[in-house]
């Protein structure tokens, strides 16, 4: 029988001049995409559906929650910074749990919580990749495991960039705030305590798995 997985209520910082903003950037990018853009790309929909079933998993920055339904979990929940988002997943995925999340704030889940945390398409949006991957860590139970998807750079962003110029590929006007190659992301993931399981790189996206 599965165990009822309770949130424990976020913890907020004193009001300061860039309270909300994150958030209302993102909803203002989810507002400019369309309702339905279609299945989720199959090499990411893959690599979600040969995760292994769970008991409790956490779909953190699910977007539209289009990749969320790949999950197999007997209890799952979708969090994300943006209301916008929270509410195509609402639709995407009726009756799921889902916690809305604030910008560099603890993540509102007890310790060892989940025994998967699925992150896809969300570390390169971060702005504090430290306290996000180190709060997945608190949250997943000891063994548990972290399954990233993010763009990958390397030698073929480096020709491009030569090629085409620097801003081909650093839009100014880019989400994107951070830019991972394999050894970076394996890097990464290991000094924030985490055991790499796999790395490989897939159509342009990195796709890694890690225990805690």
Known sequence: MARSLKLS??????LGHDVGLPSAYD?????????????????????????PPVERALDLGCGDGRLTRE?????LVAADVSKV??????????????AELRSDEPLPFPDAAFDLVLCAETLEHVRDVQLLLSEARRILRPGGTLAITTPVNGRVTG?????????????????????????????????????????????GTLLATARR
């Not at 209520?9 to 004193?14: K, V």
């Open 27 to 51: 909803d203002e990018i989810w507002e400019l995409l369309p309702d339905d853009p279609g299945p989720p790309p199959e090499h990411l929909a893959a690599f979600v559906r040969q995760l």
């Open 159 to 203: 020709m491009r960039i030569v090629l085409a110029g620097f801003e081909t590929h650093f839009d100014p006007l880019s989400p994107h705030l951070r830019f991972f190659t394999r050894r970076s992301l394996s890097l990464l993931l290991s000094e924030m305590g985490f055991a790499v399981h796999s790395l490989q790189s897939t159509r």
């Open 85 to 98: 988002a929270l509410e195509r997943a609402r639709r995407w995925l009726p009756g799921i749990r889902l």
């Open 9 to 14: 209520p976020p913890r907020l910082r004193p």
């Open 71 to 75: 999950l197999r979990a007997s209890e």
